[in-house]
């Protein structure tokens, strides 16, 4: 951007400008497949954000009572889920700050031997948008690494803290070689993400606000936020959510956090959310690794 424009209004940009803007990781080609694996009806891809104790670090907030909030998400919050997920034979994908990570070494090898999948999700859930040049990439590499030292294995995919995907997150992406990225919210379904017109072969499985726990169930002592949504009208959202994706024959993505889904009055509408999912008919359960791959096969050629 030149001195010239830096200053002007949104309706003083050139055309160039503005579709420059809108053409960072856009949405591309779809890569809804025409079928899931073994005839499945849908694909449900299950997914938690384990933030644990990084959100009150991030915000330079040393209370011990928002860091024991996070701390539970580890506590009771993962036994929970883990238990869950042995009980209905789901794979899920289990994002983590590295911080987080390196604060329950144990709990992340656990996670990964029982099959799940361990994806990026920032250094200590940073906003990206907010950072100083270069310290993005430096964070998501060591972040990276971090992960695979912990875990076994090399994360494939990532999901930006807060889904605070920059300007930068694209070609930090590329760079890593990544396979997919779960952060934008351009369908329902994958598809390919472009970069200035062009295709980046990198798969989005696109969460979304509504199939999030946390905008429902958050709760912050000294502000407005209230958690004001009972269990039963979140499930009721989440099951017409799954009801669409089964009926179009497309893909449900669901985002949880340990620390929120993770209390007994919440796990147990997850638990009714598995049962409803497999009385429906024949669902293929996907780490998001396994449908982004499923996905990009299907595509090619």
Known sequence: ???ATQGQKPWEWSEERWRGIVGRA???????????PDGAQCCVALSFDADHETIPLRDNDE???RISQ??????QGVPRIRRLLAKHGAPATFFYPAVSALLHPDEVRGVADEGHEIGIH??????NTSLPPGVERDLTFRAADTLEQLSGRRPVGIRTASWDFSVDT?????????LYDSSLMADDDPYELEDGGKPTGIVELPPE????????FNMLRFSGLRPYTPPSAVEEIFRAEFDGAREEGGL???TMHPHVIGHRSRIALLDRLLQHIKASGKVWFATHAQVAEWCKSQSAG
Do not use: K, N, T
């Open 26 to 36: 856009r949405g591309g080609r779809s890569l809804a497949p025409r079928s899931w």
């Open 1 to 3: 951007m030149s001195e």
């Open 70 to 75: 996070g701390q539970y998400g580890a506590r």
């Open 170 to 178: 694209m070609g930090i992406i590329q760079e890593l070689g990544l």
């Open 252 to 254: 449900f993505l669901l």
């Open 63 to 65: 209370s011990p009572m």
């Open 122 to 127: 920032s250094w200590i859930h940073e906003a």
């Open 209 to 216: 606000w509504i199939r999030d726990d946390a905008v429902y």
